[in-house]
């Protein structure tokens, strides 16, 4: 079945650091992809989404562009700032929504 | 804004008891959708709608049920609680599609902690 892979965390980055999250995925057509952000104490918010090969996602600095050739889907900020502190998490939508198991970030000054 | 209300943030609640999760969304949303969240596992769906009377089974339904009386409320039900029920809650709505994916973007509320003694 479908299902989605997110690198492991914590990732602690300093502020202004380059991040970037691993996420790939298994699907058997053409799912759109997406990246939701959880901050504290808050419900999952979209961040932003691609939905088909090649078509890359951007909001608030954050980038991801959807491979099909490598099945993933990589989330990727230049300058990380201490109010992205949060849970990330990779999803991918087909017949249904799946998603990846998070991965926390936490952004020190 | 789309709004999707939990009407509890945190509960506590003893083995056996019965327990109502009750989510309430405001945009007309045809689809509407209960996960839980434990950490290292990510989001886990447990059941959701697509209609109101109709339910389907995610890939977690045991120990929990659903009712949908009403388009914009969906509520998650516990028959009778247990400890390895004790997690976060997360409610979601989105538009019509299958299964209200595809190209959908899912609204999430704030979740609701249950903690079950």
């Known amino acids: 079945g479908d299902s989605v892979t997110q690198m492991e965390g914590p990732v602690t980055l300093s502020e202004e650091a380059f991040l970037t999250i691993n996420c790939t995925y298994t699907?058997?057509?053409?799912?759109?992809l997406f990246w939701y952000v959880q901050y504290p104490g808050e419900g999952l918010q979209l961040l932003l989404k691609a939905t088909k090969a090649d078509d890359k996602g951007s909001n608030k600095g954050f980038e991801a562009t959807y491979r099909k050739e490598t099945t993933s889907f990589h989330l990727e900020k230049g300058s990380v700032q201490v109010s992205d502190s949060a849970v990330y998490f990779c999803a991918l939508s087909e017949d249904d929504m799946r998603f990846g198991a998070g991965t926390r970030l936490t952004v020190k000054p | 804004d789309v709004k999707v209300t939990q009407s509890s943030r945190y509960l506590v609640k003893r083995t056996g008891e019965k327990v109502f999760l009750e989510c309430v969304q405001d945009?007309?949303?045809?689809?509407m959708f209960w996960y839980r969240q434990d950490p290292g596992l990510g989001l886990r769906l447990i059941y959701f709608?697509?209609?109101?009377?109709?339910?389907e089974k995610g890939d977690i339904p045991e120990g929990y049920s659903v009712s949908r009386e009403k388009k914009e409320r969906f509520s998650l039900i516990l028959e009778s609680a247990s400890t390895n029920q004790t997690s976060m809650y997360l409610c979601a709505s989105s538009f019509s599609g299958v299964r209200g994916t595809g190209t959908g973007e899912l609204f999430f509320g704030e979740g609701s902690r249950l903690t079950v003694l």
């Open positions: 699907a058997t057509g053409y799912p759109s």
């Open positions: 709608s697509y209609d109101v009377k109709m339910k």
């Open positions: 945009m007309d949303h045809e689809n």
